[in-house]
């Protein structure tokens, strides 16, 4: 079956032009400028073919599906608060076609046989293509050479708090992480030390269960500072390929090498990116997250980093809890937050301020996950690979309202707020899985949505291959 795509603006490796797209079963065929149009408003690529599908992209941009390499997805174990079909379901509604779980679920992913486990779950749950990250511990580096390095993205370490033994901040079995790791390593950076102290001190001053405005100065960026840099300096001793997740602080960014994508990189997160400390008052523990989201300051020194190659990529940390479990303050309240859904429209937002262009945005989400992490056929509008594509309509304006979020915890901290992009159509594998007709119902301005799956228990996200 071929598909058509046809009219539309096309973003892919630096380049905007309206053009068409031919895909022939879950494959590109084809990706080509538009010149001069023929009888049927067809391209010259388009004219020949008697496809049985066309998709009018005019108005639209279309972009390669969104790779988020950094989400839980919260199944096995914790399932009260998301699972793969849920959250599969909110990404695919976000231009998302592609995602790496972390591993800290119930079991946590340190085993074989639970990444095996969660590799089940999502062939019979993802609405869109999976992998899943193996968690580092104190002990389980033996296992690292028995990991298929064609099926996952890399290893996750935690040098910061986290739950059960997943924190690592012994030196002994860092040096054993960094010197044996076959894959990239993705490493959460605090210092647990320093963490503990604050917390102590803040308790003294405000009880057991701190107000949440000082979080940012529990989980400071002396906390963030002094174990990036420890994560660096084992990453070069060791020539270890080291992501290094949610970066937060101004100075973090500064002992970041710009462009290169093969050694050290960076990723920000759309709350990073969007929120700051001023945002407490407004949204408390709504914007909780681990590191901390940090000062105006920081926050522009982010974004700067999107376009001075600092950064290098742009994640969630999608991170479900129920609004029961958000409540309280620093002691007491969940860290993290849903984001997945309006991701891809809140980054959007950003290019409309100037702040970076629609091709950056595009090396951010797709390009520069699918080069970190060599994925294999995925992350680029090129011949032959998997037809994986986004469309998004800009001056489309839209509330995010709770009965639009898919996310099976139904709060976001961008309820109430107006995007301007909407995300019209999520292919997947060369399937349609996600759209948002222009048909209104009860003049609701979200639209109609509609996902598609082969069969109850049959869905058209793959699992992703490497290397």
């Not at 604050?198 to 405000?206: E, I, S």
């Not at 209104?440 to 992703?464: C, H, I, L, T, W």
Request: hydrophobic share 35%.
């Amino acid at each position: 079956m071929k598909t058509i795509i046809q009219g539309g603006t096309i973003v892919n490796e630096g380049k905007a032009f309206v053009g068409s797209i031919v895909i022939d079963g879950e494959r590109l065929l084809e990706v080509r400028e538009m010149t001069e149009p023929t009888e049927g408003n067809l391209s010259p690529l388009t004219s020949h073919l008697s496809p049985q599908k066309i998709i009018d992209a005019t108005g639209c941009y279309v972009l390669p599906g969104v790779i988020d390499s950094h989400v839980h997805f919260r199944e096995p174990g914790l399932t009260e608060k998301a699972d793969i079909e849920s959250e599969s379901r909110a990404a695919a509604a976000g231009g998302v076609t592609t995602f790496f779980d972390m591993p800290n679920t119930n079991p946590q992913t340190t085993t074989l046989e639970a990444l095996e486990q969660k590799f089940e779950l999502a062939s019979r749950k993802s609405h869109v293509n999976y992998s899943f990250f193996f968690g580092a511990t104190n002990d389980n580096t033996s296992l690292f050479p028995q990991l298929d390095i064609h099926r996952i993205p890399g290893i996750k370490l935690f040098m910061g708090s986290s739950t059960g033994n997943m924190l690592v901040d012994r030196d002994e079995a860092l040096q054993r992480i960094f010197s044996e790791t076959p894959l990239p390593l993705m490493a959460h950076c605090e210092d647990t030390a320093i963490i503990n102290q604050n917390m102590q001190v803040f308790k003294v001053r405000f009880g057991d269960d701190p107000p949440v405005w000082a979080h940012q100065l529990i989980r400071s960026e002396d906390a963030c500072m002094a174990s990036t840099q420890k994560a660096i300096e084992l990453a070069v001793k060791n020539q270890t390929r080291l992501h290094i997740a949610h970066v937060s602080t101004k100075e973090e960014l500064e002992m970041i090498p710009a462009n290169c994508l093969h050694s050290i990189t960076a990723e920000a997160t759309v709350g990073h990116l969007l929120f700051s400390t001023v945002d407490y008052q407004r949204l408390g523990t709504r914007i909780k997250v681990n590191p901390a989201i940090k000062s105006v300051i920081d926050q522009e020194a982010l974004r700067q980093g999107l376009t001075d190659g600092r950064i290098s990529t742009i994640g969630t940390d999608h991170a479900p809890h129920l609004l029961s479990q958000k409540e309280g303050g620093c002691a007491r309240a969940a860290s993290g937050m849903p984001s997945i859904q309006f991701a891809l429209p809140a980054m959007l937002s950003l290019v409309d301020e100037g702040v970076l262009t629609i091709e950056r945005l595009v090396e951010l989400m797709a390009h520069n996950p699918a080069r970190i992490f060599e994925v294999r056929n995925r992350g680029f509008l090129r011949p032959g690979y998997q037809a994986d594509i986004t469309i998004v309509r800009p001056h489309a304006p839209w509330t995010v309202t709770e009965d639009i979020i898919e996310s099976k915890c139904k709060w976001s901290p961008f309820e109430g707020q107006q995007f301007q992009w909407r995300v019209e159509k999520t292919l997947c594998n060369g399937h349609l899985v996600y759209e948002n007709e222009d048909e209104y119902e009860d003049e609701n301005e979200n639209g109609v949505r509609r996902f598609a799956r082969r069969s109850e228990n049959e869905m058209f996200g793959q699992p992703v291959q490497f290397r």
